[in-house]
């Protein structure tokens, strides 16, 4: 049988798969692209932890759906995305690489020229649904940078392993990883 591991986390509870990523390590895969319940019992919460900000920024993918629950609490009325590859539509976009936990291969991460002109000299808060190696974070932190944006707030449902001793960031509840489980 597969194993889980129970995550309670803003009144909800979730088996979380138990996935073998590398040879010495399993995650319980947390994936909150299309729940619904989870997002919207999360995002009040840490909407209540921010700091003012002037705009959200999140990276594509797992992000997306917290970042935009997160702006309509906030009635904010535009969020940014750092996207995984770059679209003939983004004009000039600034270029960063990702290597997040879960990374098979090299990812960039992105951020519209546009959406970059936007982001400077304002005050910037990252959302993103966990923080693990807090890679991912440190790379949108710094296209924020480069766009001219300081970064006042970083924030996650979730922080993963040794995250949860981070004093930098905010989140709602701990997940552990887990070294050398054997399916
Ligand atoms: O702190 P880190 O080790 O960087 O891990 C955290 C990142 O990992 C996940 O994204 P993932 O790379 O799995 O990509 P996805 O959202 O596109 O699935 C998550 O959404 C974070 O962005
Ligand atoms: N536990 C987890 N599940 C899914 N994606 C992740 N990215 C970082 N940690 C993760």
Request: proline residues 4%; contains cysteine; glycine residues 4%.
């Amino acid at each position: 049988m597969e194993k889980t591991y129970t995550l309670e986390v803003a009144g909800v509870t979730r088996q979380l798969p138990i996935i073998q990523i590398a040879e010495d390590l399993s995650i319980a895969s947390f994936v909150i692209l299309g729940d619904t319940e989870l997002v919207t019992a999360a995002a009040p919460l840490l909407a209540d932890k921010l700091p003012e900000v002037d705009v959200l920024i999140t990276a594509e993918a797992k992000g997306i759906p917290l970042i935009h629950e997160v702006s309509r609490l906030l009635q904010m009325k535009k969020y940014y995305v750092a996207r995984k590859s770059t679209k003939p539509y983004m004009d000039s976009p600034l270029i960063n690489e990702v290597v997040s936990i879960t990374t098979q291969k090299t990812q960039i991460l992105c951020l519209d020229g546009a959406d970059a002109k936007e982001i400077a000299g304002k005050r910037v808060a990252i959302i993103d649904d966990v923080i693990s190696t807090g890679k991912s974070l440190l790379a949108i932190e710094e296209l924020v940078n480069k766009a001219g944006g300081h970064v006042v707030a970083r924030a996650a449902i979730l922080a993963e392993g040794s995250a949860v001793e981070r004093e930098d960031i905010l989140f709602l509840q701990e997940l552990p990883l887990f070294p050398y489980e054997k399916k």
